[in-house]
């Protein structure tokens, strides 16, 4: 759920980005794009074992 919540924050981010500095700037909303990445890596490396695991 970590996971989810950081993705949806990165991409909230990068669409505020894109809305107030336009889609020419890709360097703009990379970061917040890369933060939805990490967290949502996070998530699954967390969850896909825990899944395997507890069955």
């Given at each position: 759920?970590?996971?989810?919540?950081g993705?949806?924050?990165?991409m909230?981010?990068?669409?505020?980005?894109?809305?107030?500095?336009?889609?020419?700037?890709?360097e703009?909303?990379?970061?917040?794009?890369?933060?939805?990445?990490?967290?949502?890596?996070?998530?699954?490396?967390?969850?896909?074992?825990?899944?395997?695991?507890?069955?």
């Amino acid at each position: 759920m970590i996971g989810l919540l950081g993705t949806l924050s990165g991409m909230i981010g990068a669409f505020q980005a894109i809305g107030t500095k336009g889609m020419g700037r890709p360097e703009a909303f990379a970061e917040d794009i890369g933060e939805a990445l990490i967290t949502a890596a996070s998530g699954l490396v967390i969850g896909i074992p825990s899944m395997v695991f507890s069955s």
